[in-house]
């Protein structure tokens, strides 16, 4: 019988540590998105359902990293976790310092990357160094232009494998990421809606988009499927050249940008820097 209590008492300290917790990241959420709306996108965390929804979609069979865009708080994060997915396969890619350090302290063996989503081959590059499974997106997309939208579902099946999928929830009637643009369709992605969310507040939904090239339709013909598997085997490779690529490029650029920084700053090359920008400076018209 006091068993029977002492369980209760627990059941209830823990139901109520974690009411405590939700409530304080509520607070933290609404507190970001006071400061700084059209980044946070949202004025509280997803609930479960809706985060069990979008992990509903990953399939952790598919070898590689999976890119969480945007986690804030951990919802999605969580739900993947629950799904199975090791924690070690998570990159997380989180604008928000603060959200980045909660991260960091509530996920500490997912890798934590702070950084603009919609750069995402030069903000993942040195840390992603296979194609990823999936990218698992909560950005408010809707707050940027369709060109935006369509660069990121683009630079994302770039850092992807094939069959790789990207999976965006929003609180849209329509698929977030436009699929026609000039009243042409976009014909490089297949988008899939889930069911409606009606448990979350407010009510959502999940689109998942995969390269149109993916539905290679099954050939009948021997001689067919294997000139198709050599098609894909090649098409494979050369997209993970070009993320290679991709990855090296920006990296690149980066190291060159902090190298001239350091230059700028060495006090031995002032007046070198100060003559340069002298002679480089327009001439005044002769009169
Ligand atoms: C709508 S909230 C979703 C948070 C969380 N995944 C959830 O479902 O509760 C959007 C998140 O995207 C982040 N975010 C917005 N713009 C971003 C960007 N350009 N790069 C990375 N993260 C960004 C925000 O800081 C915020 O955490």
Redesign the pocket.
């Known amino acids: 019988m006091r068993l029977q209590t002492k369980r209760s008492e627990t059941g209830e300290v823990k139901k109520s540590a974690s009411i405590e917790a939700r409530l304080k990241d509520e607070a933290r ?1 609404f507190r ?1 998105w006071l400061e ?1 709306p ?5 004025v ?3 609930g479960r359902f ?2 069990r929804m ?1 992990a509903r979609y990953v399939d952790p069979s598919i070898s590689g990293p999976i890119i ?10 969580q739900a993947l976790l629950a799904k199975g997915i090791a924690p070690e396969r998570l990159i997380l ?4 310092t603060k ?1 980045c350090e909660l991260l960091a302290k509530r996920f500490p063996r997912c890798r934590i990357v702070q ?4 750069d995402l081959a030069g ?1 993942l590059a040195g840390v992603l160094d296979e194609p990823a499974a999936a990218v698992v997106s ?3 997309l809707l707050n940027k232009p369709d060109a935006v939208r369509l660069g990121l579902l683009r630079e994302a099946f770039q850092l992807m494998r094939p069959e790789g999928c990207f999976v965006q ?1 929003t609180y849209g009637m329509v698929s977030p990421i436009p699929r026609r643009s000039k009243g042409r369709p976009n014909p490089f992605f297949i988008a899939e809606p889930s069911p409606a969310v009606l448990l979350n507040l407010p009510p959502a939904r999940v689109w998942v988009y995969r390269p149109a090239t993916s539905h290679v339709p099954v050939p009948k013909r021997r001689a067919g499927a294997l000139m198709i598997k050599l098609r894909d085997n090649l098409r494979e490779r050369r997209e993970r050249v070009e993320m290679e690529i991709r990855l090296r490029t920006a990296k690149a650029r980066r190291e060159l940008e902090l190298q001239s920084l350091r230059m700028r700053n060495e006090p031995a090359l002032r007046p070198a820097f100060a003559f340069l920008r002298k002679i480089g400076e327009p001439k005044p018209p002769r009169s």
């Open positions: 959420f970001n700084n059209k980044v946070t996108g949202a509280s965390p997803s809706l985060a979008m969480e865009l945007g986690p804030g708080t951990g919802p999605v994060t890619v989180e604008f928000d959200f950084g603009d989503a919609y903000t909560s950005l408010p929830f």
